[in-house]
């Protein structure tokens, strides 16, 4: 539409506006008859014309409602202010319109708008779960090299041991009286039977306790340590009906009374033990005098001290009850 008549809420027409422009007054009066009893006027106006190849569309509706249509009069003569409100609303919004390629535009872009941040949203979330992960390496790296760290220290603390041992024992080992291993942080002192015990003995002799001497003087500034002494014999049987019955007899018995010589000269009792394994773990063949030989000895191991079982400490001066005879 492109010129519309004026026009007034009561549905008449006014012949004093031009065509072109439309006038609406609320209550049903002119603005001559502001002053005639009735409420104040309230005046509306708005230009039908086509902008763009649109129309406001609640103008245009308005427009070409038929005039009786716009007769909102109450009984008592006064139109109320809820529709007076509504009117001029749509009045306004209706200039507001736009046409369905604007508003698909719209919806295009922010179609678009919503994909981009949900792109956003799972690109974030993927950084997130890569920071995570990284983070989670660089702990374990972290764990990883403390416990290298952890090692290092106590293989380089196993080392000065024995290289400590070992100086103490530098005169038996060029001697040949005694031999030092270390395998996988164990270190074992071995000596010969002859060195420490007469054939079919197990009594110390003067040369064993002189090397004893020497080991448990080593052994006394040693920490965290569990002294187990083994026994170990060839495979020839033990002769005669002496003291032992045999090799199994006589590798246990030269086990304790070397556990017990080492506890007098001062190794606290609590980390020795004593063990006999007779012909059964040989060194050497025993079918030559020095494969023989090898295989009768007395081994000293150093291990760590939680291989020793939990005990309880026993109040000084009390003895153990007695069990009753079986």
């Known amino acids: 539409m492109g010129t519309g008549a004026a026009v ?14 439309g006038r609406v007054r609320a209550g049903g009066q002119s603005q001559g008859d502001r002053g005639s009893g009735g409420g104040p006027a309230l005046t509306l106006r708005g230009r039908s014309r086509v902008v763009d190849g649109k129309v406001p569309g609640t103008l245009v509706s308005l427009l070409e409602i038929p005039c009786e249509c716009f007769d909102f009069r109450p009984k ?12 001029g609303m749509a009045l306004l919004l209706g200039a507001c319109g736009v046409s369905k390629d604007e ?22 979330a993927a950084l997130e779960k890569k920071v995570a992960d990284l983070q989670a390496q660089n702990e ?7 416990q290298l760290t952890e090692e290092k220290g106590q293989l380089e603390a196993k080392s000065k041991q024995y290289e400590e041992l070992a100086g103490s024992l530098k005169q038996q080992i060029e001697s040949g009286q005694v031999e030092i291993s270390e395998l996988r942080g164990k270190m074992t002192v071995k000596l010969k039977d002859r060195v420490v015990f007469s054939s079919g003995s197990a009594a110390i002799n003067k040369q064993g306790k002189e090397a004893l001497d020497a080991v448990a003087k080593a052994f006394q500034g040693l920490q965290g340590k569990t002294v187990i002494v083994a026994g170990y014999t060839d495979n020839v049987p033990v002769a005669g009906k002496g003291a032992f019955k045999d090799n199994w007899d006589l590798s246990t018995a030269r086990a304790v009374s070397v556990v017990r010589y080492l506890q007098a000269q001062g190794v606290e009792p609590r980390t020795l033990g004593a063990a006999g394994f007779s012909e059964h773990r040989p060194l050497a063949p025993n079918n030559t005098a020095d ?8 081994e000293i191991a150093l291990t760590a001290a939680d291989y020793t079982p939990p005990t309880v400490d026993m109040p000084t001066g009390q003895q153990p009850a007695a069990e009753p005879a079986r």
Do not use: C, H, W
Request: aromatic letters at 4%; glycine letters at 10%.
């Open 291 to 298: 494969g023989r030989s090898q295989n009768r000895r007395i």
């Open 140 to 146: 374990a790296l972290t764990k990883s090299t403390t």
């Open 76 to 87: 008592g003569g006064r139109m109320s202010k809820r529709v007076i409100g509504a009117l």
């Open 8 to 21: 007034d809420v009561l549905g008449r027409a006014d012949p004093r506006r031009s065509p072109g422009r």
């Open 103 to 124: 508003f698909a535009a719209a919806q295009r872009d922010a179609a678009n708008a919503k994909k981009q941040y949900q792109d956003e949203q799972q690109k974030t």
